[in-house]
């Protein structure tokens, strides 16, 4: 049998066997048996997701949409960050059953198919604008399929969770030995196998962006929030001619709509640090704002992130200027 037949056979194996075990849900009992704590965690966390407070259109008299991001380095943000997991050469997935990050949500209900992605720029023009916050571009799959079951929704993945690693410089052989040729317009080449995937996993998204709408709802008297949409963001880098990595900004991977979001980060515990057995739920963690995020854009009519006018500190004064702004509103508003 030929190599890449082989690499094709145990490609379909490795995924039917993820595909068994993508639910990440919190547990102490291995596959041996063995119960890891005090008493066995048997139950399915299925709690249902507390409804937002209904808002009339014509009560909303003051609104601003805000772009902010959520640096995982900051201490106060590592439990969205923190256990990391692994995916080996194989294929495999290394996680924590107890805790988990989350980008392994993401990655797990993403793959099931229960999550829609968005991509940030238009299929039909990779190069042009990004402008994947306004959820134009979602990336399907067929009716009941996921990552296991759609080759197509497969393919399409592979772009907004991995990149392609080097190629081989050592072609395939056939059953005698010799190198495999084919021949393209007329010219013979050496046949190569194919470039493996590079996963991203916990480790390599050093931020989260999110679009939220900062409002004022003069029914109940309130400035109130919403988050719209979520990214992740890795690092964005270039080989130099010395073969070392060059860090050359950063690249939002897709988009995710939070309110279908809701459903899936409500049932996913965060770490506790007091107690092990009182834990909140991510979706717990972003209503009530339990985390630090710093403005990078604000809508204006430039349609331009603070970076463009502001370096520095500078760009971090004018965030913190935005936000007293939305802040003293209410305020200013109850002023006689």
């Known amino acids: 049998m030929k190599p890449y037949l082989l690499l094709s056979i145990f490609a379909i194996i490795q995924l039917n066997t993820n595909a068994q075990s993508c639910f990440c849900g919190k547990t102490n009992i291995s596959e041996a048996g063995i119960i890891d704590g005090p ?10 997701v507390i409804p937002l407070e209904y808002v009339r259109e014509a009560d909303v008299i003051w609104s601003k949409k805000t772009y902010s991001y959520i640096d995982l380095r900051q201490k106060i943000n590592q439990p969205l960050y923190y256990p990391l997991d692994e995916i080996t050469a194989s294929g495999a997935w290394i996680r924590d059953n107890k805790n988990v990050s989350l980008w392994s949500i993401i990655r797990c209900n993403v793959f099931s198919g229960d999550l829609t992605i968005y991509s940030p720029f238009s299929p039909d023009n990779l190069f042009g604008k990004r402008d994947g ?9 067929q009716p009941g399929g996921n990552y296991y079951t759609d080759a197509t929704y497969r393919d399409n993945l592979l772009y907004y969770f991995g990149k392609l690693g080097p190629q081989s410089d050592i072609p395939l052989v056939d059953e005698f030995g010799d190198p495999m040729e084919e021949t393209v317009d007329g010219i013979r080449t050496l046949v190569y196998p194919p470039r ?14 999110i679009k939220e709408d900062w409002f004022f709802d003069k029914e109940r008297s309130k400035m109130d929030v919403r988050i719209t949409a979520i990214a992740p963001v890795v690092l964005d880098y270039e080989l130099d001619a010395s073969g070392n990595k060059v860090i050359t900004g950063t690249k939002e991977l897709f988009w995710l709509y939070f309110p279908e979001c809701r459903f899936i980060f409500n049932n996913y515990l965060l770490y506790n640090d007091k107690n092990d057995s009182q834990m909140m739920s991510f979706d717990d963690l972003f209503q009530k704002r339990r985390f630090n995020a710093t403005i990078y854009k604000e809508s204006n009519v430039y349609d331009r992130n603070i970076e463009t006018y502001a370096n520095g500190v500078d760009a971090l004064i004018e965030s913190e200027r935005i936000k007293e702004k939305i802040r003293t509103l209410e305020s200013d508003v109850w002023s006689y």
């Not at 066995?40 to 966390?45: E, F, G, L, R, S």
């Not at 916050?133 to 799959?141: F, G, I, L, S, W």
Request: no cysteine; hydrophobic share 35%.
């Open 39 to 48: 008493a066995a965690i048997d139950n399915i966390a299925t709690k249902r």
């Open 196 to 209: 493996d995937t590079i996963w991203y996993t916990s480790k390599d998204i050093i931020q989260y962006r």
């Open 133 to 141: 916050d306004q959820m134009k571009y979602p990336v399907n799959h």
